[in-house]
DNA sequence: TATGAATGAGGTTTCATTCAT
DNA sequence: AATGAATGAAACCTCATTCAT
């Protein structure tokens, strides 16, 4: 006796709710909650359950609002990636330097990295849980989140500041090594703030990239101190860690 | 919510059979399979019963060699990074010039790593997804394996070929990017293949980083083939702009 | 991380378990579980627990012979059905009279359903519940028995003792009224026991049907007492009017 | 498990509502929509959800005029038979010749019963679904609707048209027979139409019953065209309609 | 009177693990 | 040492029912 099943967007999710501000407001509550105990415990062995009590709702609403547990990681993971998409933009905000707007750019990227180490694990370990479809929204989200940091480099590039180099590999150089922050939290967190380790990689991977007028121009950054300055004392790791 | 069970290291597993060699041969048989299942579909989701039958041997035969799934799991992360171990070192026996060895050493990593995407992978899915003590094990194991890698960045500091760079940060740098063309094989693989990535990701990555001296080996080492050449007229690939 | 489904005989039913033999027990032990608890609560209110306990296994057990509830359903049906086929064949043995023949037949037919009177009933409840093509097979199996019954017809037709009736429809008739006996327990079990019910109703029906030569055979069966002889004196049912 | 609610007669039905007009023109449209629901997919695979829809009005009234599912399912099985009821007292209008009044009431019988095939089955599968106090309700129902074509039957035996038969068992023949066209659709529907179904059936079933003045009333009634005549052609389905 | 969001008990099913053979 | 049938806890999900609006 099962009804049918219609064919729709494999990005939709399905809810027996009407009001869709009500829907939009409950789903990011349980979003919220899905991606707190995902990130604790992973996703298979977060239970429904784990994430009602952590929404503070019942069990029942839950499916309310989504059709099924696959549908928390999803929205889980889009949330995490929406984030970058999101704090990156307002960052720029007002920059108009090419080099400056890169620098500002990967700061950015790398706070909301830092800001959801959790999340950014839960993404790396999650997301081959999703079905083909949906891992695939979900790399396309990637990728458009790289192109705003693609569009810096490409900038720096045309006004002569980056060499001509593969903007793409480069790009994804950084990303990686933003990541690896999170990725590898119990390594550098015991040694370093975030600012710090981006600082420091930042300026081994521009070395490689800048031109001579790009140099220069880093350096009049780097007096301003918007830039990825010289580190003015104790190497490793002056005092502050976190995490 | 068991933790310690101190008489025994965390890393002891458990066998009700007697015969050493045995253990051996079977755990690797074991091993092998848990790496293919837990690789294609994912730990959580993978049975005790689909590695049985993955190893062609009874299910109560597994819980002989094995205390639990977890086990499993942990053989198999331990058998993943004990690849790259294994491979480095036979790889620089008997090269002698400090960046030489260093640019066999990343394309050994490399090659592992290229070798066993699933394997890099499911590292990174389900580390996490081991007890504490044994994650830390792995992660131990992890910096073991890049310290073979760090001496050779130390020999060509000490040899006036490398700038004087955070060895830590920089090998971490090379190890994530060599992770990134399993992490993201989505999109790289469709590019081109494993040598050209790590061909042209070190040539970035090394351009920051070699002194004068360091440069002008490196152009031997390209002569002579065993480097990052400059590519020769791009494959797959004749569109990309590049360093 | 689905794994692929095979395009298995509908009709085939899910095992792990490789003993032919065993299966085979244990899947009648369930059936015979499920018949009963199917007829007292109907299918959808009887839990698998119900059944596991009434087969006084474990509910984990059902799961190793059974896809799933549904199978239960399908193997008890068809474990009705089949109570059919295999009573009326060995009821026949030896008997060679035509008009004898399918007064037999029709006592047996009668008699495995006064015998199991829930059991039909059920059929009646919840041959919907199953998936269509599980449906046709269970139709197939009802017409495979009406046929056993049909061939008696016939040959009395052929025989020259019942007329030239529409077999099909006869036959149904009496299948039905048989099966009205079940249904209609309420009704006629506090007022005359299976065999009046069925030798009163049989003679109602043959009436209409028998050719002289028919009429005369059976009084000649009747004085023999094997069909349905005339009431010598009403038992329960004294009072009531009657052909 | 809870039983008896002595109060309250087993047949009445709780509602929160105090217009009775009101009360009785909801109820009404819930059973329609209930009717229609579970003659589709049965008593329990129907949520009250459907019905809601079905009806066109939300959950939560259903539950102003019903106390719980069960109510609805009451309601609907009451409605179906109701309806034999009402059809049949209008069709006899007018008609006194016995025998004529007994073809036109299993005619008016057999059009309901062919005109809502569904909810005939439903009942046979969902009665059982009720408490034991609704169950005899129905089952009473069914009784009096009988009774209209006992009623019949008699007069024709007091007139001498039918032999002096066991009126309940022959109406309850008639009954079956109909019922069966619905039960056993998947088999007659192709096969022919419901007048020619009951037309041969009542033919096959009259001879055995009829007295000499009986079957040349009979023929009169046929003659007339108001009776099962006999087939003037193709037998096997002349090529109507079906299901 | 009408609505539909919220609840949570309870059902089906899976699968790690045990243990008799 | 090897097998695989048996177990049952625990997970996901559904849906009848309530109740604030």
């Avoid at 909650?33 to 429904?48: D, L, M, Q, R, V």
């Avoid at 700061?107 to 479809?133: F, H, I, M």
């Avoid at 990725?183 to 420091?200: G, I, Q, S």
Wanted: glycine share 6%.
């Amino acid at each position: 006796m099962k009804r049918s099943a219609q064919s729709v967007p494999a990005t939709k999710i399905k809810t027996t709710v009407e009001d869709p501000a009500l829907v939009e407001r409950r789903r990011a509550q349980l979003t919220q909650a899905a991606i707190a105990c995902f990130s604790e415990h992973g996703y298979h062995s977060t239970t429904i359950r784990d994430v009602a009590e952590r929404a503070d709702v019942s069990i029942g609403l839950i499916y309310q609002y989504v059709g099924d547990k696959e549908d928390l990681l999803f929205m889980a993971l889009q949330a995490v990636l929406d984030g970058y998409m999101r704090q990156i933009p307002p960052a720029l905000e007002g920059i108009t330097g090419p080099l400056h707007r890169f620098c500002v750019a990967v700061q950015a990227y790398s706070r909301v990295n830092g800001d959801s180490v959790d999340a950014t694990v839960l993404a790396y370990r999650e997301t081959k849980s999703l079905r083909k479809e949906r891992r695939s929204a979900i790399m396309r989200k990637e990728l458009e989140t790289n192109e705003l940091m693609a569009a810096c480099v490409r900038d720096c590039i045309d006004a002569g500041l980056f060499e001509d180099i593969d903007v793409d590999l480069f790009v994804y150089q950084i990303v990686m090594f933003c990541h690896a922050w999170a990725l590898k939290a119990w390594h550098f967190a015991p040694k370093m703030d975030v600012d710090t380790y981006v600082e420091r990689g930042l300026r081994l991977m521009l070395r490689g990239v800048l031109t001579k007028a790009g140099a220069k121009w880093m350096r009049k950054l780097e007096a301003s101190g918007v830039a990825p300055a010289a580190p003015e004392g104790g190497k490793k790791n002056a005092g502050h860690r976190r995490l």
